[in-house]
């Protein structure tokens, strides 16, 4: 069995995750926790998967992509070819039965967006967790956290930063959230 899927997104007050292909705002401090989170493993031996839809990869600036010290996969009902950088992949279960085949290397999924992606995680019996950045501050977007479904509740983590987080006068909180 591969490991659970385990959601890291952010959203503002009006559950705005992106505009123009890009996020709404700049917050190195939680950028840094997006990349820590993804990023870290106990097994040094083993990565983290990052499964993305293919507009949040092509939303990553080139220099950064592939995520780096992490395994990329990109959801695409097209025939792409990233080579390299990134497995392309069909379906949820597509992208599980990959992981299926390379246990031994992979320590967590991270479904990091988009949308549609986020719902169809959410919904699925491989669901873990969602760690979600509530960003207390309304900001112009065109794309949105989908909602969360009510059987899931608010867990404490002591791995996550406790507390009011503050950057440039934005206030935001990190929360974890698991099915009931
Ligand atoms: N704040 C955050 O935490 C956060 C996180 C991620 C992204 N974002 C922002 O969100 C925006 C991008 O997200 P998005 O929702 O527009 O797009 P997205 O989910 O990243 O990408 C959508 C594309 O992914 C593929 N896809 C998604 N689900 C699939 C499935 N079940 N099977 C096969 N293919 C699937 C399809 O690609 P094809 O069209 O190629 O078939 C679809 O058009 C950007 O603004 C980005 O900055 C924000």
Redesign the pocket.
């Given at each position: 069995m591969p490991p659970k899927l385990e959601l890291?997104?952010?959203?503002c007050e009006n559950m705005g995750?992106?505009?123009?292909?890009?996020?709404?705002w700049r917050l190195k401090t939680e950028m840094a926790y997006?990349t820590y989170m993804t990023i870290n493993t106990e097994h040094k031996n083993k990565r983290n998967v990052v499964l993305?839809?293919?507009?949040?990869?092509e939303?990553i600036p080139k220099k950064y992509r592939p995520l780096k010290d992490r395994i990329n996969m990109?959801?695409?009902?097209?025939s792409?070819d990233y080579g390299d950088d990134a497995i392309t992949?069909?379906?949820?279960p597509h992208a599980l039965d990959i992981i299926s085949g390379m246990q031994n290397e992979v320590e967590r999924i991270w479904v990091?967006?988009?949308?549609?992606?986020y719902k169809?995680a959410m919904e699925s019996s491989y669901f873990g967790r969602l760690y979600l950045?509530r960003i207390k501050k309304k900001f112009e977007c065109?794309?949105f956290?989908p909602s969360i479904p009510n059987d899931l509740v608010l867990i404490d983590d002591p791995t996550v930063p406790q507390g009011i987080q503050e950057e440039k006068g934005i206030k935001f909180v990190y929360e974890v959230y698991e099915r009931r």
């Open positions: 890291i997104a952010a959203a995750i992106g505009i123009n292909g890009d996020l709404p997006f993305m839809g293919r507009r949040t990869w939303c990109v959801l695409t009902s097209q792409l992949c069909k379906s949820i990091i967006g988009g949308s549609s992606l169809s950045t065109d794309t956290f």
